[in-house]
């Protein structure tokens, strides 16, 4: 949920690139040891990443001198340094050493649950940082302060308060910094001193730049105040949480417990009230952006116009069937509807960042309305489609309005390896394909669209980065990550087992996809089976792309590896996902289980040692399939798992399953009930074993303790294993060890073993 990292001023960036080293050592060496070592699951959690080094956030300094990242430690493959190539030396340097510069604090509660929202929750040092528009600074946010850092070493302190400074930038132009603080939105010059420019107000269930909990943890919008291209004016989000409900999340610790009265809108129940103002730098000449008369939306995106004349606001409906394209003067506030984008029948609109606001007035858009996600081109108040087909636009990487090209990512050449295309705004018809099949790709752009950066991964090749002129042609890699004698993972690439593909056909005929690994298969014996799933809507889980290791060591362990996606999963268009829609916790599990199936047809799988794995909408599957189908599976894992949908947020849960209403009165209360995993507890008769963190902010831990204590109350057997003080994400070198050591431990105490 990251955003991702856009690379910025591509001026002198064909000068610069072809110069560029790749950043880790490689060498032609092959990378074939003489004898198989198995793969530990203390390996996999050990430093450095058996991946190797994979960057994050990759930027152009504005005058093309500078390509920086941000690299993690061999040593602490959580920290991340920033990381610089100076063209003119050709040298990479580390521009900001995380340790050297950080207080090491511990950040406040706002920052660490912001994190969590972008899934960062575990990363330690550097995790975003900003160039200043003169190419001589960088703004570098780390243990809750701010610092800039200028390159010949320099460092200035910008804040040192007890508070965090959440959501820092840079104003487009380069004379701001800006930053939400206690709740207010604060600027000041780059260096200079910085001032509240929102109002103060008297209850603390009011802020102001920052973006509520369901748009952080949902809607993929993290911030909540945005910079007009020429300084000019601010975009202002307000929001009121006092009627949003309050959850007493309980952070249990190993020696203490902190109690957090957090404002947790469950679904049914009312979300926090947002408004919008645009102002300018100094918080004078504020107006309110007129939303329409129903305040019961959501905010969901907002855009400046290139020539920062109209600012556009995406206005969601709360049963997000509905999306209209809001059209603001910022000197009035005043609004229009632009379009407006309506969901297919059964189906809700998905939001994303798949769109470009072009200087001539005009948009290119990803939309649904043919029954896949595809590109279209709003103009002068019309449409024209620019892709079309049964596949899908993935994501939008850029537009090169200089040219008219268009660059994205889709599934044109099959759903499980995604490729970067290119295509003619003006002459759509031709699709060219920029990447190699053999890889699975992502693809983000410089500012003005005239270089890639391509993001690839193969069954047998970890995550690689490289620049591309729009042709596909590789300029420079940015990290090769050749794996070769070098590489972390060389130890294991001789017990390193291929991922086979395949499909099986679910009760209605659709053709559903799935990945196994198994060990080297001997004759006449058989071998139990970890299915793994997660089972939800918006992801894709079976891909021609590097796997996580994890799965390498638990067929090191003697188990084959399964994952299947089923119906509701994503890429596959409106009518593959729909048919979750009030409806969870059913065709999902139906798909599974006939995953199984084919699985208890194999003659080298033992039907009898079948174990079932999920995290989170996975760990619900788990409970779910254990229910359903008593006896298919030997065991089942559920990894904080939602229990109860109406204890689940708003924006998610509403989405597929619609409005419980207060206290479950309302219109599709019978759907929750029938799709949670507390009513038929009872019939769980196969081992099972519940995981949960006790920290938990996204699915709060009384999921859990709701199931165990149904469980209990109907003399049901179950195992589990908490974990005081760890979120959603249970991880990290020692605990992640512990973890997976557990889960087999208790696979192998119930006979689930090779």
């Known amino acids: 949920m990251s955003p991702i990292s856009r690379l910025l001023a591509a001026s002198a960036f064909a000068a610069l690139v072809p110069a560029i080293p790749a950043l880790a050592q490689t060498t032609s060496e092959s990378a074939v040891p003489a004898a198989a070592q198995s793969l530990t699951i203390e390996r996999v959690f050990a430093s450095p990443s058996l991946s190797g080094s994979v960057p994050r956030g990759v930027k152009l300094s504005p005058d093309g001198r500078w390509l920086t990242l941000l690299r993690n ?31 090491g604090r511990e950040l406040s509660e706002a920052e660490k649950m912001q994190r969590e929202r972008l899934r960062i929750g575990d990363l330690k040092g550097i995790v975003t940082y900003e160039w200043a528009a003169d190419s001589k600074a960088i703004l570098v946010p780390l243990d809750g302060d701010l610092y800039l850092a200028r390159l010949d070493g320099a460092v200035q302190r910008l804040s040192d308060t007890p508070e965090d400074e959440l959501n820092p930038a840079l104003s487009p132009k380069g004379g701001y910094v800006s930053f939400v603080r206690g709740r207010r939105l604060w600027t000041g010059t780059v260096g200079g001193t910085a001032s509240a420019v929102t109002p103060e107000e008297a209850s603390e269930t009011v802020s102001w730049g920052e973006a509520e909990f369901v748009a952080q943890e949902e809607m993929a919008r993290i911030t909540g105040y945005w910079w007009a291209p020429d300084d000019s004016r601010i975009a202002v989000q307000r929001f009121d949480e006092a009627k949003v409900a309050v959850v007493t999340r309980a952070a249990i610790g190993a020696e203490g417990t902190k109690t957090y009265a957090q404002r947790y809108p469950l679904a049914g129940t009312p979300n926090a009230e947002v408004a919008l103002f645009v102002q300018k730098p100094d918080g004078s000449g504020r107006v309110e952006v007129d939303l329409g008369p129903d305040k ?68 290119v858009w990803w939309s649904q309305r043919d029954g896949f ?51 003619d705004l003006d002459n759509p018809g031709k699709v060219t394909r920029l990447t190699d099949t053999g890889f699975h790709n992502s693809a983000s752009m410089d500012k003005s669209g005239k270089s890639l950066l391509i993001s690839r991964s193969a069954l047998n090749q970890p995550p690689q980065v490289y620049l591309a002129d729009q042709s596909g042609k590789r300029i420079a890699w940015v990290e090769e990550n050749k794996l070769n004698a070098s590489h972390p993972y060389a130890p294991y690439l001789a017990s390193h087992r291929p991922t086979e593909f395949g499909t099986i056909k679910a009760s209605d005929g659709t053709v559903l996809h799935w990945n196994m690994i198994t060990p080297p298969l001997e004759p006449g014996k058989r071998y139990p089976v970890f299915f793994s799933h997660y089972g939800g809507p918006s992801t894709q889980e079976v891909l021609k792309a590097w796997m996580n290791p994890l799965a390498q060591a638990v067929v090191d362990k003697g188990y084959i590896w399964f994952e299947i996606d089923n ?45 079932t794995y999920g995290w989170s909408y996975g760990g619900y599957m788990t409970l779910k399939m254990l229910q359903a189908d008593p006896g298919v599976y030997a065991a089942g894992i559920a990894g904080a798992p939602v229990t109860k949908w109406e204890l689940y947020d708003t ?54 303790s709701a199931l165990i204590s149904r469980l209990q109350a109907n003399a049901v057997p179950f195992e589990m294993m908490l974990y005081p003080g760890y979120t959603h994400r249970v991880g990290g070198p020692k605990v992640g060890k512990h973890l997976w050591e557990s889960i087999f431990a208790f696979l192998e105490r119930n006979g689930v073993k090779p």
């Not at 920290?79 to 521009?95: H, N």
């Not at 995106?301 to 997000?320: E, F, I, K, S």
């Not at 019939?683 to 938990?696: F, Q, T, W």
Request: proline share 4%.
């Open 73 to 103: 430690r061999p040593d602490d493959r959580e920290r991340f340094d920033l990381w610089g190539f100076d063209r003119s030396t050709g040298q990479w340097t580390m521009l900001v050493d995380s340790l050297k510069l950080g207080s």
């Open 296 to 363: 019961d939306i959501y905010l969901s995106r907002v855009d400046w116009a290139p020539d920062a004349r109209t600012l556009y606001v995406q206005r969601q409906n709360r049963a997000q069937t509905r999306l209209d394209m809001l059209a603001v003067d910022p000197a009035t506030g005043q609004s229009r509807v632009l379009f407006t984008e309506t969901a297919a029948e059964g189906h809700w609109i998905d939001l994303s960042d798949s769109y470009r606001f072009l200087k001539d007035g005009s948009l």
């Open 373 to 423: 996600g595809h590109l279209w081109h709003f103009k002068q108040g019309k449409w024209r489609q620019l892709t079309k087909g049964d596949w899908v636009v993935t994501a939008l990487a850029g537009v090169d309005q200089t040219s008219g090209k268009v660059f994205f990512t889709g599934t044109k050449d099959g759903p499980l390896a995604h490729q970067v295309y290119a295509l």
């Open 567 to 611: 119906r509701g999963s994503d890429n596959r268009g409106v009518d593959f996902a729909k048919q979750l829609y009030r409806a969870m916790g059913g065709v999902e599990v139906e798909d599974q289980l006939a995953g199984a199936q084919f699985l208890k047809t194999l003659p080298y799988v033992a039907a009898d040692k079948i174990a």
């Open 651 to 704: 924006h998610y849960t509403e989405r597929y399953m619609g409005d419980p209403g207060p206290d479950m009165k309302g219109p599709d209360a019978a759907a929750y009930d029938k799709a949670n995993a507390m009513a038929d507890a009872a019939k769980i008769s196969d081992p099972l074993l519940l995981i949960h963190g006790m920290a938990d902010d996204n699915v709060v831990f009384e999921h859990s």
